[in-house]
C-alpha cells in the first residue's frame, strides 16, 4: 500500500507557479527524499501534504486520505519536523512535550514521553530550558515532539540544517531507527546528496515546481549521471572551445565539462585550455545526477558580482 500519493498536483502563490503538476508515490515503509534547488517547491509539497497549505489543483493522499477532504484524519497519522524552529526556547524539553501532547489529544504521554527521551539521549536535558540545548538537542527533541503520537509517516524538513558532522550522522542513525523499529514512512528533503544516498531509498528530484527524475540513488546514477570536468582556471575561458568534449557549464567560477569518460578526456582538456589552477574529475555520482537535472549555471550572477566588487573598489579610491 502507498502512504503518500500525489497526483498532478499544482500550486500557485499568486504569480508564481511553485509546483506544476506533480506526481509521485510513496510505498508504505519507504524513506523517500525530494532534492531540489533552492525554490524548487520541497516545502510548498510539504506544506499541502501536511495540510499547511492547499493545492490549486490535484490530489494528494497521505495515509489513504485525501488532504483536502478529510484534513484531521490525515492529522492524526502524521508527524512533522519543520526546518525552521518551532519550539519554545523557555520551556523545557519536557513541557515542550507536554504541550505538544495536549495539542495531538495523546493520552499517558507522560510514560510515552520519558520513554522517548530516553530513546533520543535527553533524559537529564528534560528540565532544561531549550534555549540552553544544542542544536543537535534541539533537533532531537523537535523529532521526539513530531513521533510523539506514533504516527504513521514522519514529514521532515531539511532535518539535518546546521548539525555538525556527527549530530548529522546521529540524526541520520534516528530516522534510520525510526523507520525500521517503528514502521514509520519518512519524507524528508535535503540539500545534501550524502544525506539522500545514505538515507533514502528512493528519491525524487524536482526544479522549478517540475519533477524531474524520480527513483533509487542507483537508478539515478545509472540514468542520468554524468562525468564532471572542474577546472579552476585564472582567466577567461572560450567555452565555445571546449564545446567538443561535452556540455561546459560555469559554476562558483569552476569550469565544468559535462561529458561521458572524462578520463579519457582529461588529457587533451587540459591542452586545451591555457591557465588552468587546478583540475578535477568527478565520477558519476549524485551531485553530478542533481546538477545534470537542475543545471547549476550562474555564469551572469558570477560577472555581475565581480562588476560589482570593481566599482565599489574604485570608488573606495
Ligand atoms: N507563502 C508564499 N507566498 C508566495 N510565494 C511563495 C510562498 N511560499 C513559497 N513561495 C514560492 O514558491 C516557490 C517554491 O518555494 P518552496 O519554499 O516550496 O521551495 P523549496 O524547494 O522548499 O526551497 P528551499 O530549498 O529554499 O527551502 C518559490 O518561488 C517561493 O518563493
Ligand atoms: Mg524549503
Redo the contacts with the bound molecule.
Sequence with gaps: MNSIVVQNLVKR??E?E?LRGISFEVARGEVFGLL??????????IKILTGLTKPTSGRALVAGFDVVEEPMEVKKRIGWVA?EVIVDDELTGWENLEIQARLAGVKNWRERAAELLKYFGLSEAANRPLGKYSTGMRKRLEVAMAILHAPEILFMD?PTVGLDVGARVGLWEVVRQINKDFGVTVLL?T?YMEEAEQLCNRIAI?NK?VLVATGTPDELKAKYGVDVIELEVDRPVDTAKLAAFGEVAMSNGKVLIKTGNAEEKVAEVVKAVEGIKSVRVKKASLDTVFLNLTGATFEGEQADIKRLYMKVRMARR
Design positions: 502563490y499568486g508564481v511553485a531540489g534547488p533552492n525554490g524548487a517547491g520541497k516545502t510548498t509539497t526546518s531539511e528533503t540539500h524536482i515546481g
